[in-house]
């Protein structure tokens, strides 16, 4: 009789063993000539050596398929150990537009033509910036598009990127230590990654720095190589910093900036380097320039409404204070 142990890596326990480890039986009962102990994160196996491999190639499966899709259904569970060839190497026309599986098998893809086409110029480009107002998903997109990439072995790490700046409220008033006050600063990034990747799992991830989410401060003096970065809220960050940023790039890395100018919270005696990037970089190979707009909005129905109520009044405020200066301007030269 032979033993052999079986670690079980970079997946959740709870959904390998289902809660009250409900799903053991399964395994156990496909291959009763075996003795099989579950203890934590191993799994300890003994009989033939036939039966050993057999088993070994079923649960490598299993694993993989959670892997993939986050979720782990008794359906599966009998598809895998009963057939030769496990449900994740079938992919369906709809798997192959589903741009990762979030918790619970939640299939996240691409919702509009503009989010499409952020996910077609991303595979042709290395630096993308996606421009666009609340709601547009570009965030959400450009996550999951890193976490593709993670998944599929392109990259080693994901770096995901803010500027630390007080939108309305002031930064030394929040309580806590540097890393408390700045957190709440990165929160819609870490929403993003808690969709896609089981909580303990992640948190594994940024413990070995495998994901990395930080201030756009703390990049200085960084190259940032085999990685997938993103910088967002671009639109807070100064020329200067921009430039910074998008010169950390290093070899095999991609890039997409998001940002939003209608959201600019910089001081009034500093401009955002956003517009004039989109400017200066437009045109160059291997940057590409999307700019989404109202009707990629995927939030609350009114969100869109509230935007264009808000784009129609600073249009009025833009045409009532041109016609003001031109007054000024006539009366002055008179």
Same mark, same amino acid.
């Given at each position: 009789?032979?033993?052999?142990?079986?670690?079980?890596?970079?997946?959740?326990?709870?959904?390998?063993?289902?809660?009250?480890?409900?799903?053991?039986?399964?395994?156990?009962?496909?291959?009763?000539?075996?003795?099989?102990?579950?203890?934590?994160?191993?799994?300890?196996?003994?009989?033939?050596? %036939?039966? $050993?491999?057999?088993?070994?190639?079923?649960?490598?499966?299993?694993?993989?398929?959670?892997? $993939?899709?986050?979720?782990?259904?008794?359906?599966?569970?009998?598809?895998?150990?009963?057939?030769?060839?496990?449900?994740?190497?079938?992919?369906?026309?709809?798997?192959?537009?589903?741009?990762?599986?979030?918790?619970? =098998?939640?299939?996240?893809?691409?919702?509009?033509?503009?989010?499409?086409?952020?996910?077609?110029?991303?595979?042709?480009?290395?630096?993308?910036?996606?421009? @666009?107002?609340?709601?547009?998903?570009?965030?959400?997109?450009?996550?999951?598009?890193?976490?593709?990439?993670?998944?599929?072995?392109?990259?080693?790490?994901?770096?995901?990127?803010?500027?630390?700046?007080?939108?309305?409220?002031?930064? =030394?008033?929040?309580? =806590?230590?540097?890393?408390?006050?700045?957190?709440?600063?990165?929160?819609?990034?870490?929403?993003?990654?808690?969709?896609?990747?089981?909580?303990?799992?992640?948190?594994?991830?940024?413990?070995?720095?495998? +994901?990395?989410?930080?201030?756009?401060?703390?990049?200085?003096?960084?190259?940032?190589?085999?990685?997938?970065?993103?910088?967002?809220?671009?639109?807070?960050?100064?020329?200067?910093?921009?430039?910074?940023?998008?010169?950390?790039? @290093?070899?095999?890395?991609?890039?997409?900036?998001?940002?939003?100018?209608?959201?600019?919270?910089?001081?009034?005696?500093?401009?955002? @380097?956003?517009?004039?990037?989109?400017?200066? $970089? %437009?045109?160059?190979?291997?940057?590409? +320039?999307?700019?989404?707009?109202?009707?990629?909005?995927?939030?609350?129905?009114?969100?869109?409404?509230?935007?264009?109520?808000?784009?129609?009044?600073? %249009?009025?405020?833009?045409?009532?204070?041109?016609?003001?200066?031109?007054?000024?301007? %006539?009366?002055?030269?008179?």
């Amino acid at each position: 009789m032979i033993e052999t142990t079986i670690l079980i890596q970079d997946i959740d326990p709870l959904v390998l063993y289902g809660v009250n480890n409900t799903k053991q039986v399964f395994y156990k009962n496909a291959f009763p000539l075996l003795k099989i102990a579950f203890r934590g994160d191993k799994i300890k196996a003994s009989g033939s050596e %036939e039966d $050993l491999k057999k088993f070994e190639e079923k649960m490598q499966k299993i694993f993989a398929h959670i892997e $993939l899709y986050n979720d782990l259904q008794v359906s599966d569970i009998h598809t895998i150990l009963e057939k030769e060839e496990a449900p994740t190497n079938k992919l369906t026309k709809n798997d192959s537009e589903v741009l990762v599986y979030g918790n619970n =098998g939640y299939q996240i893809r691409a919702r509009t033509q503009n989010q499409k086409l952020l996910v077609d110029m991303v595979a042709k480009n290395d630096v993308v910036f996606a421009v @666009g107002p609340a709601g547009t998903g570009k965030t959400y997109t450009a996550v999951a598009l890193a976490v593709k990439a993670w998944k599929e072995k392109q990259i080693k790490r994901i770096i995901l990127t803010r500027p630390a700046v007080e939108a309305g409220e002031n930064l =030394g008033f929040l309580p =806590g230590d540097l890393k408390d006050k700045i957190d709440p600063y990165l929160r819609p990034l870490y929403d993003a990654l808690e969709d896609m990747i089981p909580m303990d799992k992640l948190a594994i991830l940024k413990d070995q720095r495998t +994901i990395e989410v930080a201030p756009l401060a703390f990049m200085r003096g960084r190259t940032l190589d085999n990685a997938f970065i993103i910088l967002d809220e671009a639109q807070n960050a100064t020329s200067m910093q921009l430039k910074m940023f998008l010169t950390r790039i @290093g070899p095999n890395a991609k890039c997409i900036v998001t940002g939003d100018m209608t959201q600019i919270d910089l001081p009034r005696t500093q401009q955002s @380097g956003l517009p004039s990037a989109l400017d200066i $970089l %437009e045109g160059i190979p291997g940057i590409g +320039i999307l700019r989404l707009n109202n009707s990629d909005v995927i939030r609350h129905k009114l969100v869109a409404k509230i935007i264009e109520a808000y784009d129609k009044k600073k %249009e009025e405020d833009d045409k009532f204070y041109e016609a003001l200066r031109k007054k000024q301007k %006539e009366e002055n030269m008179k």
